[in-house]
């Protein structure tokens, strides 16, 4: 093992204790790398990266996208534990429902509302001089939104739920850095949130939250016909982040044109 690996193990916080399931179970290894590699292949994010590399080609940094992207990750993070509490209100047994109900925990701030993330996440895009912008992007995003919850209402089996909910937290890490760089509008901005809480809280504990819910798949979904509904929410769920990502490069290309138009 490397020195960052044995750091980076040193440092690993469970959400919940973990008796069975932990980082170094084959077969949470297994599917971790077949999830990740399953949701790879759909490249969410091409449109965004493209738009992004875009804006940057033109003024080198680019504000719009960093005010367009705290707008709807401002959405998305508020929403996040409305929608895995209401997955849990849908689950039918006590012992998943303490699984499935951590994350959002924690999204809460867990026992400190000062870390409620949603909050945390305000108080980062502050510190960078950047606002939230009311408007069509906003309708927009919530209606992307709405599209999930729909998703969600409908998911007629239990193992669908827990699959939903994987595919939410599967690509965390790669959300969290695509965030990041729509974020940073100019030169003193990415200084200002890599030592942001929101972003230190998130570069920590994403990866905590992948296994935690690699580890609900198998320890709930068992049978193949489990497994198979499990996979089809999980993939409904990457549709979810297409759209997320294609429309904030939609907007991010509307609010450019309009700028240069102007
Ligand atoms: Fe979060």
């Not at 690996?5 to 690993?12: C, F, G, S």
């Not at 204790?17 to 290894?29: K, Q, R, W």
């Not at 294609?246 to 044109?257: F, G, K, T, W, Y």
Request: proline share 2%.
């Amino acid at each position: 093992m490397n020195n960052n690996n044995k750091e980076k193990k040193e440092n690993i916080r469970y959400l919940i204790p973990e008796s069975e399931y932990d980082y170094d179970h084959p077969e949470v290894i297994r599917w971790t790398k077949y999830f990740t590699e399953k949701a790879q292949k759909r490249n969410v994010f091409i449109n965004i990266r493209a738009t992004l590399e875009n804006q940057r080609t033109c003024s080198n940094r680019s504000m719009i996208a960093a005010q367009t992207m705290a707008s709807a990750w401002y959405d998305f993070t508020c929403y996040v534990p409305v929608f895995i509490t209401k997955a849990v209100t849908m689950t039918d047994d006590p012992e998943r429902q303490h699984h499935l109900i951590q994350i959002a925990y924690d999204e809460l701030g867990g026992r400190d509302k000062n870390f409620i993330h949603s909050n945390l996440f305000l108080e980062a895009i502050e510190e960078i001089g950047v606002n939230r912008v009311d408007g069509p992007s906003t309708s927009s995003i919530k209606e992307i939104l709405d599209v999930l919850d729909k998703t969600l209402v409908n998911t007629k089996s239990q193992a669908g739920i827990v699959g939903l909910l994987l595919s939410f937290e599967i690509i965390a890490e790669e959300n969290i850095e695509m965030l990041f760089d729509c974020l940073c509008h100019d030169e003193s901005s990415s200084e200002i949130l890599s030592k942001s809480p929101f972003f230190k809280i998130h570069r920590a504990d994403e990866t905590e939250h992948i296994r935690h819910s690699v580890a609900n798949f198998l320890r709930f979904c068992n049978t193949d016909d489990d497994r198979g509904e499990f996979e089809e929410s999980f993939d409904a769920g990457i549709d979810y982040w297409h759209r997320f990502w294609d429309q904030n490069a939609r907007l991010i290309n509307i609010a450019s044109s309009m700028k240069a138009s102007a």
